[in-house]
């Protein structure tokens, strides 16, 4: 679990999965900070924002006027030991999960992509019963089964490609074999795509999330299911709500942060989004909280005036705080298909993507999308959504998907 998410100084590790994955040093301990219980009032008015987040650029225009709101209530967790939890972590090792540790944890997995397996390996398996010999036509059944998962176009080709390149040079003509071939030719494109997705928790102040994505994608859930995650790890969150479009954006993030005991700072509706995360980050900095999660409002990936508001609040989080954002995390619902390569390039153009978090695989036969975006973007993809609870959200791991999309 986050096991990208590496701390400066390694601990000693029980097992090389250990060694690979390894926990965030938390300020928790480190600052022996106490986030006592209280309703706390969050400033609304945004005289403190920096002066750029003061200007209501062309961006603010498509967004609703604001309303008169004079505070806003945030609800701060419960105090809680945070030695304790840290201690509570190493023992329960969350990020020392290893990917096939639990069977039932994989059968769950197996089971939220049964859409998938029955469009995808079911066709498959399906396809080579009864085939006695590998041929063209056995490649070209392969190729539309692929395409209808969503691999894609170019990256089926060059999965078939590099099959039948081995096929031939192994003179290779039982069908099972082409079948694990193809397996293990979809992990290692994955895999080899996966380029290192390590993130390392800054020296000072807290490491800021920044949760894009277009309307309805899984932002705000998600974000509930990572802080959870968190958590586990050890760290303390903050939840900031940067979505101020609509009035339910805010109250959705609050509810989040009931459920995981954790405060969410708010503004009012149709407040100037960065002024809510420069506020917010310093209360994260005095705080002293280890990470910050902000929800942005969804957005169309073509509209521009919306896209240039997401590069404004990224400024102005690194006013607040230098080197943020720490993590620029979008989230595309695997259910759209092939639109989600096009809004990963844009959002990327317009602010730079470092991870993606891919939800609603389990509504999807199309989990082959994951291939796909990991071979057109090349930018990790850090968690996957299946489901809509707080613990359906898994740390992406490219084996132990495909062992339990092929998982017969
Ligand atoms: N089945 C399933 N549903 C999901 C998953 N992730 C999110 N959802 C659902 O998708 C819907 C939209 O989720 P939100 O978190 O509100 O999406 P959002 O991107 O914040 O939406 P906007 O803020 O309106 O742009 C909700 O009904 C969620 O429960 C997932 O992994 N699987
Ligand atoms: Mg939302």
């Keep these: 679990m986050l096991g990208w998410f590496k701390k400066k100084k390694k601990q000693p590790a029980d097992s090389p999965e250990e060694q690979e994955s390894v926990l965030p040093e938390s300020n928790v301990e480190k600052n022996d900070k106490s986030h006592a219980p209280e309703k706390v009032t969050v400033i609304a008015e945004e005289q403190d924002a920096p002066e750029e987040s003061q200007d209501h650029s062309s961006a603010q225009t498509d967004l609703a006027t604001a309303a008169e709101f004079a505070s806003e209530e945030v609800v701060k967790p419960p105090p809680y030991d945070s030695k304790e939890v840290a201690e509570d972590t190493d023992q329960l090792s969350p990020l020392k999960e290893p990917a096939h540790s639990s069977p039932s ?46 691999l894609g176009i170019a990256t089926t080709q060059e999965l078939l490609e590099s099959a039948r390149r081995q096929v031939k040079r192994d003179a290779l003509s039982d069908p099972q074999t082409l079948k694990t071939i193809l397996k293990e030719k979809i ?58 479009f609509r009035a339910a954006a805010s109250s959705q993030l609050k509810i ?39 929800d942005t409002a969804g957005r169309l990936h073509t509209k521009a005036n919306l896209m240039e508001e997401l590069k ?97």
């Design 312 to 408: 404004k609040i990224k400024r102005v989080m690194h006013k607040q705080l230098e080197g943020a954002p720490h993590e620029i995390l979008l989230v595309i619902d695997a259910t759209t298909g092939q639109n989600g390569i096009s809004q990963a390039l844009l959002f990327n153009e317009a602010v730079g993507i470092t991870g993606i978090a891919l939800t609603k695989l389990d509504g999807t036969a199309k989990g082959g999308i994951v291939a796909n975006i990991t071979r057109e973007l090349n930018t990790p993809i850090r968690f996957i959504g299946v489901g809509e609870q707080i613990d359906d959200l898994r740390d992406f791991d490219a084996d132990e998907f495909i062992e339990a999309l092929f998982e017969s």
């Design 105 to 150: 944890v994989f059968k769950k997995l197996a089971e939220r992509l049964s859409q998938t397996r029955k469009s995808f390996t079911h066709r498959i398996d399906e396809l080579f019963l009864g085939k006695k010999e590998i041929d063209a036509e056995l490649f070209d059944d392969l190729e539309e089964i692929l395409v209808t998962a969503d």
């Design 187 to 244: 992990k290692f494109l994955i895999t080899n795509h996966q380029h290192s997705a390590d993130m390392v928790l800054p020296e000072k102040g807290p490491f800021v999330v920044m949760v894009v994505g277009v309307n309805g994608v899984g932002k705000t859930t998600t974000i509930g299911k990572i802080t959870k995650k968190f958590q586990n790890a050890g760290q303390s969150v903050m939840l900031v709500a940067a979505d101020t």
């Design 256 to 294: 989040w942060g009931e459920r995981n005991d954790v405060k969410v700072v708010a503004h009012h509706e149709g407040a100037d989004p960065s002024s809510v995360v420069f506020d917010a980050l310093a209360i994260a900095k005095n705080e002293k909280y280890d990470v910050v999660l902000v």
